[in-house]
């Protein structure tokens, strides 16, 4: 139980990293055009000129080789990274923390399940009830 609590402030804390960077670029998560929708402006030249500009979803048009202080997960080591690579590195660990987290929830649904079995929480909540909350399931 304790590895959740602490997943979920990692993950907390990694959430308002991301909003914090995504501010500083003006950025939300949807707010930035996919590479097909920022079609460059100069077409016409030669055929080595690139028709698409490729744009994170993070970054925008904020300089990405700006400098950014972090702690890496872990760690209580301080250092300057680029923006992007930043950004980059707090999505990564929050897509494992979500993964983590999944299977962490999963081995405590179990374990209730078998407590519940055995009877031992029989006196507080019934065995029925305790079932039916732990097989609850997220609907996409």
Do not use: Y
């Not at 983590?100 to 519940?116: A, C, M, P, Y």
Request: proline share 4%.
């Amino acid at each position: 139980m304790m590895q959740v609590v602490e997943n979920d402030r990692l993950r907390n804390g990694n959430r308002e990293a991301l909003t914090a960077l995504r501010k500083k670029a003006r950025t939300t998560k949807s707010s930035v055009p996919s590479p097909f929708e920022s079609i460059m402006k100069e077409i016409g030249g030669s055929g080595s000129k690139t028709l698409i500009q490729e744009v994170c979803s993070t970054c925008g048009n904020h300089d990405v080789t700006e400098n950014m202080w972090m702690t890496f997960p872990g760690t209580d080591v301080f250092a300057q990274v680029p923006f992007h690579a930043a950004h980059t590195i707090l999505e990564e660990d929050q897509e494992r923390l979500e993964v983590d987290l999944k299977n962490l929830q999963s081995i405590v649904k179990e374990k209730s399940l078998l407590i519940s079995e055995k009877g031992a929480l029989a006196d507080k909540i019934s065995p029925g009830t305790l079932r039916s909350l732990v097989t609850l399931t997220d609907k996409k």
